[in-house]
């Protein structure tokens, strides 16, 4: 016997239901979210410390190493410290995973860096401008932590349009601009002294076509997809996590994005591109 149609107990019933999928499906959307941000983030994250290294062991060797600049390049990288050990925090035992997938990223990033430091050190020499090499690695750390900085904020208003509320919230100082803020400090001083202030580095075509490149090598899926990879290969420790069919993936060698999920992520990188407008690399920004 069929049991009987009761309207009542449908209306009450169908709205909690509906209730219930709709917040797992948010909830489903802000892991995404999450997961996206450790992906994108991490893309820049040793990319910029390289960077600033890098800077530093040059402009040590120079007469602008000054009291000022020495201050501010130290207080930059102990702000990265700072990222660093909360992120640590966050992340727990797949700490390792992610440095992995930072270190993999970083690799495929430094080639398109050395040409944003070429492209800065010739222009910087054709105007004569002494001690040109350092500054060009003061410049380049610069770019690459403003586009970290404008990445986290693209992003974030990205993801603040699909989960209608502001997820930057949970990221604190997570968006590099501590780290931006002192490397400004200790730059400008480098950009306004005479025979250099008045150089515009949007002018060079070489300049600007090595940032752009490096604002898309950042945001492809791709490159992403494959750092995330080459991580998990080499942390098996935290295959546990994984679900049983992204387990068995990785065990065939293969990727462990399935075609809707990488279809969904193609699409999240084509929005956060839109996002991004044409970067302006004046060092007078600062």
């Not at 120079?62 to 000022?68: C, I, K, Q, V, Y």
């Not at 293969?254 to 970067?279: C, F, R, S």
Request: glycine content about 4%; proline content about 3%; some cysteine.
């Amino acid at each position: 016997m069929c049991k009987k149609y009761n309207k009542k107990e449908n209306k009450m019933n169908r709205p909690l239901i509906y209730s219930l999928e709709q917040k797992e499906k948010q909830m489903k959307q802000i892991d995404r979210c999450c997961s996206l941000y450790y992906l994108m983030m991490g893309s820049n994250y040793n990319t910029v410390q390289t960077a600033m290294v890098d800077a530093r062991e040059a402009i040590a060797k120079t007469p602008l190493f000054r009291h000022e600049t020495k201050r501010c390049i130290r207080q930059a990288l102990r702000q990265y410290e700072v990222l660093n050990k909360k992120i640590e925090s966050v992340l727990g035992n797949k700490f390792q995973l992610w440095l992995d997938t930072t270190d993999r990223a970083d690799e495929i990033f430094q080639p398109h860096v050395f040409k944003l430091y070429m492209a800065i050190d010739s222009y910087l020499l054709k105007y004569g401008v002494p001690n040109h090499h350092a500054i060009a690695k003061m410049e380049t750390a610069r770019i690459m932590a403003d586009i970290a900085h404008e990445t986290f904020v693209r992003l974030f208003a990205y993801f603040r349009k699909i989960l209608g509320f502001d997820l930057s919230r949970m990221f604190a100082s997570g968006d590099f601009a501590d780290i931006l803020a002192w490397w400004n400090r200790a730059t400008k001083p480098l950009l306004r002294a005479p025979g250099i202030a008045d150089i515009n580095l949007n002018k060079d075509p070489n300049i600007v076509l090595a940032v752009d490149i490096l604002i898309k090598k950042t945001q492809d899926y791709n490159i992403l997809n494959d750092a995330g990879n080459y991580a998990l290969h080499r942390n098996r420790d935290v295959w546990h996590l994984l679900d049983k069919e992204d387990r068995m993936r990785l065990e065939a060698g293969l990727d462990i994005a399935g075609p809707e999920e990488k279809v969904e992520e193609e699409n999240i990188m084509k929005l956060t591109k839109q996002l991004v407008d044409k970067y302006d690399c004046r060092h007078d920004k600062c």
